[in-house]
């Protein structure tokens, strides 16, 4: 898949970082919330035409490549 953009003089590649993050960073993304965030992020994605490049939840955070 080639998805680079270009102009007459530049071309790019567009790629987010997102990092999401609960209210005080409480240690709270494990077990069943964990597998229920990431499908909802997935179907998010999708609904929106979004590819996810790479992604990885942590205990206090997720990370998000798009």
Known sequence: ?????????????CKYHIVFAPKYRRQEIYGQIKVDIGQILRKLCEQKGVEIIEA???????????
């Open 1 to 13: 898949m080639d998805d680079i953009n270009s102009l007459t003089h530049s071309k790019w590649r």
């Open 56 to 66: 990885q939840a942590c205990r206090d955070h997720i990370h998000m490549m798009v």
